[in-house]
């Protein structure tokens, strides 16, 4: 076998199906193998977004409420990140290929379920199961490419599965738009079917066989991972479920934050007193893991969080359909594709965390600009800023994924690269969480300042209302009517300008996280060989 590949994967011809050794001759099998895990966390990117735009069409189908539907995206969710943390257990139990093997096959078939459903419990729990498969997809293949790489390969194929991950936020929305808009909204689950197919075959064939003697068989911490799943099942559904409910005026946020925070802590004690954890917490012990970790959550905010904001924006103020709010961040996506391609290039050759800074501060940048948002702005206003964000996304975690992960012993990269992906996750859903929360209460704010200002003893306003209230005379004679319908505009004009500057309030706060988090970067490591720069290509 050639030099180029050893490593875990492709290091024991026995271990190989004869396709894949002859790959393995020839040095590309694990390119192959970086492609192979790259689509299942592609599957699961995307099926985190693409639902958001059919909501609409789900619940008139399904006859549901807009509350009732929340729960496709909320159980999903909760799913996921309750899996993340046990990949690095199951995967050791059960074997890496086979427990890969399972997520995809249970993964497609649940997405088939999603399409077929009749009823809304039933989408429900068919996306939970989803969730479930899906929630091992992501930490899975990330870890496998750090068992199979070099130091030196790292940053090519951190940078395949890197524009899965980052693309598909943006991808998702615009093929979930078009798929509902042409053939229905059970597509954008059936669509998964022939990727989950190519990904189960590309699997069996590709991927080695795992040692019976690797394999660990030890007693299974029922209690560890029932504490877990309340823990962290709670904290998604306080995050999910808290806007709409109105937070703590809720009994059942209340109560979902009480079982969060019990939950979590119990589970902490419970791993570190237990010989046989479910969830290995003394990785933690990492510095680099620790600090990249916590950087991860303000990756995931910016990330999500921009990609959340911007599409609500274009829908409510400018009132874009879902597939134009899609198509306005594939230049973004573009970007970031291209951006990864470069960044696997040179990133041995210069210090992660310089790299991470010039990241941040070009997401700053980009939240600035948006923060500028006004009355005139357009499509080719978001163009450049989101192109920033884009590029500025992939100079942050393409370096913060090395520089994380890439030092940490070969034998605690599976656990590692759990919790690497769930402080990810859950960055997204605690970004979209204050997102949504700083919209509603910047708006409320910024209503009733401008309401204020509306008088009678203020001249424009006064002027502003007669202008109105003479469009209206021509259409009716009753003058009550017309008035009427003036202050009715005025009223939608002062929402629409609340709106706008809690859009650019939240945008500011963005750029203000990721200024306030620079520090952590001293805590990484440089995160690469600076010798092996040619080896990236």
Known sequence: ???????????????????????????VLKWVIAITAALGAILEVIDT???????????????????????????????NVVMIPLTAWLSDRFGRKQYLLFSLIGFTAASVLCGLSTSLNMLIVSRVLQGLCGGGLLAKAQSILFETFTRQEQPAAQAIFGIGVIAGPAFGPVMGGYLTDMLGWRWIFFINLPVGILAVMMTIAFLPRDLKESLKAGRVDWLGIALLTVGLGCFQTFLEEGQQADWFSSGFIIAMAAGALLGLIFFVWRELTTTHPAVDLRVLRH???????????????????????????????????????????????????????????????????????????????????????????????????????GA??????????????????????????????????????????????????????????????????????????????????????????????????????????????????????????????????????????????????
């Open 287 to 389: 510095r680099s893991l620790a600090a990249g970790s916590t950087y991860s959550l303000v990756l995931g905010m910016g990330l999500y969080g921009v990609m959340f904001a911007v599409p609500v924006f274009v829908q409510d103020y400018l009132h874009f359909t879902a597939t134009q709010s899609g198509l306005l961040l594939m230049p973004g996506a573009f970007a970031s594709a291209c951006m990864m391609i470069a960044m696997s290039k040179i990133t041995d050759r210069f210090d992660a965390r310089l790299l991470i800074a010039i990241g941040a501060l070009t997401m700053v940048m980009a939240a600035t600009f948006l923060s500028r948002i006004n009355p005139d702005t357009s499509t080719g206003t978001l163009f450049w800023p989101l192109v920033l964000r």
């Open 1 to 27: 076998m050639s030099a180029p590949e050893r490593g875990l994967y492709g290091s024991d011809p026995r271990l190989l199906s004869p396709l894949a050794a002859r790959l393995a001759e020839r040095g």
């Open 392 to 537: 500025g996304t992939v100079m942050m975690f393409l370096p913060l994924s090395l520089a994380t992960l890439g030092n940490l012993p070969l034998a605690e990269r599976s656990a590692a690269s759990g919790f690497y992906s769930l402080a990810r996750q859950m960055g997204s859903s605690i970004g979209i969480a204050v997102i949504t929360t700083a919209l509603a209460q910047r708006e409320s704010v910024h209503r009733a300042v401008l309401v204020e200002k509306i008088t009678r003893f203020q001249p424009m306003a006064v002027d502003r209302l007669q202008q109105f209230g003479a469009l209206f005379s021509r259409a009716t004679a009753d003058p009550v009517a017309a008035r009427q319908q003036a202050l009715s505009l005025v009223d939608r004009t002062v929402n629409g300008q609340a709106l706008l500057l809690s859009f650019s309030d939240v945008f500011l706060y963005v750029a203000i996280a990721f200024v306030l988090t620079l520090p952590l970067l001293l805590l990484l490591g440089k995160g690469g060989d600076r010798s092996a720069a040619a080896a990236a290509h």
């Open 49 to 79: 977004s693409i639902v958001n735009v059919a909501m609409p069409d789900i619940q008139s189908n399904l006859g549901a409420t807009l509350a009732e539907a929340g729960w496709i995206s909320t159980g999903y969710a909760c799913a």
